[in-house]
């Protein structure tokens, strides 16, 4: 991959917190990227340097080639779209796309026409005279990102883009967002804390944890690959094993022989100490195999999956499995749980795991 974006070994402190903690990336030209991680993880101050908001305290930021460490915010081919939208409400939809170009001093008729193309892009032509207030969360989002995307930045930063709109809204600016980043070709690169949003817009996720990065991949390899713990559970759902890595798996004083495989970059060899991720959707119920046995505690149907929660004696938390279709279980029913051994991941022992597991 040629870098577009490089970040460099970039450290950030607050007084005694550190914020970034040494993060190196590259992202590629006409990407969309996401940076990815729970509150306090470093993505908002990772964002602000990106944009120029912000100073490493050491590391570099190369956009292209250039060395953007030291230029000054307003002097970067980057736009930064904020959460708030901060759209200026006395003035029209039109009016707001065009105040940036309007700032750079571009030529009345090019402004007119920038607006126009960008106003039909984004489906909001039929409201160009119309105030933020007379839009709904969806569209005045739209408006943001024309505003955005006029300007033609060569890399566009979204912060928490979709927060503010409602789940059924969001979804459907989800698709739209990944549409028109592919129709405009700019560079993406988004925060958000939002796994499922990540995963459902980003080509590659970089995956945040105490300011530093746990793992780069595409939603598909952060997903069936994890390389840590962490990974693990913040992506989906997974239950956790932990025991001894074996060849075939894990080795769990408990509860025996539990199948699984080492993802190619996780770093768990045999005979150490590690933790087996199974996802729910990957154990099946009673099919003639039998890799623990246990009791059924609970059965919800969600139209489209059923979950179920099975009790393993000497494992202390609930086995989740998911299932398509109604539920083929009930509570109090013996079952047979299995899965095969391509099915679940061995990746390194955390003491929260190792904590949780146990438990
Ligand atoms: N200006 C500041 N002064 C002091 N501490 C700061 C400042 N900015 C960020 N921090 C701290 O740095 C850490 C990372 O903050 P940051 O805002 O980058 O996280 P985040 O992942 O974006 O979180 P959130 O999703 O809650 O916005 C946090 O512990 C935060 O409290």
Redesign the pocket.
């Known amino acids: 991959m040629t870098a577009f974006l490089s970040l460099d070994g970039v450290r950030r402190s ?2 005694d ?1 550190t ?1 970034l903690d040494g993060v190196s990336l590259d992202v590629a030209e006409g990407e969309f990227f996401a940076l990815l ?10 964002l602000r340097i990106l944009a120029g908001f912000e100073t490493p305290d050491s590391g570099t930021v190369t956009l292209a080639g250039e060395d953007l460490t030291r230029v000054p915010a307003h002097q970067r081919p980057v736009n930064l779209m904020f959460q708030s939208y901060a759209l200026f409400p006395h003035l029209s939809v039109e009016k707001n796309i065009a105040y940036g170009l309007h700032r750079e001093g571009l030529p009345k008729a090019e402004i007119t026409q920038r607006v126009g193309e960008v106003l039909e892009r984004v489906g909001l032509a039929p409201a160009a005279k119309r105030r933020p207030h007379q839009l709904s969360g969806g569209q005045r989002q739209r408006v943001a990102l024309a505003r955005a995307i006029v300007k033609r930045p060569r890399l566009l930063l979204l912060d928490e883009p979709l927060s503010a709109l409602d789940r059924k809204v969001r979804a459907e600016m989800q698709l739209w967002l990944k549409q028109l980043q592919h129709e405009v070709g700019i560079t993406f690169v988004v ?1 958000t ?1 939002d796994q499922e949003e990540a995963m459902s817009m980003a080509d590659r996720i970089a995956v ?1 944890h105490q ?1 530093a990065v746990e793992q780069v991949d595409s939603p598909v390899a952060l997903y069936g690959a994890p390389r840590t713990w962490f990974v693990a559970d913040f992506i989906g759902g997974n239950n956790f094993f932990s025991g001894t890595a074996t060849e075939a798996g894990l080795s769990s004083e408990a509860l025996g022989q539990l199948p699984g495989t080492t993802s190619d970059q996780s770093a768990v060899s045999v005979g150490e100490p590690a933790v087996l991720a199974v996802r729910p959707e990957q154990i099946t119920l009673n099919d003639g195999d039998s890799v623990l046995s246990g009791t059924v505690l609970d059965v919800s149907f969600y139209g489209g999956t059923s979950r179920i929660a099975v009790e393993v004696p000497g494992h202390g938390t609930p086995v989740l499995v998911h299932r398509h279709g109604a539920p083929v279980v009930v509570p109090q029913q013996a079952v047979d749980l299995s899965w095969g051994t391509a099915d679940a991941v061995l990746v390194p022992p955390s003491s929260a795991t190792a904590a949780s597991a146990a438990a």
């Open positions: 607050f007084g917190v914020a991680g729970p509150s306090g993880c470093g993505k908002t101050t990772l925060v804390h945040l300011g």
